[in-house]
Nanobody
Framework: QVQLVESGGGLVQAGGSLTLSCAAS????????MGWFRQAPGKEREFVAT????????YYADSVKGRFTISRDNAKNTVWLQMNNMKPEDTAVYYC?????????????????WGQGTQVTVSS
């Protein structure tokens, strides 16, 4: 079992920055692949970014590439999502997720554990 708790959401103006954190507990953190997803009102949950167990492999959705950065510290059991140059269309509830599967994954069904989500709102 893995418990995930996100923090760092809030209200930011377009062009601004936010950093989301996700603290994990339970299973050895270095044994899980981590991902960030988001869900806007009336829309399906969508992939944002993923990072491998060691942090050596990272993949982003095209919509955030060049603006968002995912990172992790296995000693701190934490994964972050640094969001820069934010746009109103980034407004959503952001979720971190974990999977014990060995590779990186972009589909939500590949993830076994989810946080409760944190609201991010970008004003224009």
């Amino acid at each position: 079992q893995v418990q995930l708790v996100e923090s760092g959401g809030g209200l930011v103006q377009a062009g601004g920055s936010l950093t989301l954190s996700c603290a994990a507990s339970g299973r050895t953190f270095s044994s899980v692949t981590m991902g960030w997803f988001r869900q806007a009102p009336g829309k399906e949950r969508e992939f944002v970014a993923t990072i491998s167990r060691s942090g050596s492999i990272i993949y982003y959705a095209d919509s955030v590439k060049g603006r968002f950065t995912i990172s992790r510290d296995n000693a701190k059991n934490t994964v972050w999502l640094q969001m820069n140059n934010m746009k109103p269309e980034d407004t959503a509830v952001y979720y971190c997720a974990a999977t014990s599967r060995p590779n990186i994954y972009m589909k939500s069904l590949e993830y076994d554990y989810w946080g409760q989500g944190t609201q991010v709102t970008v004003s224009s």
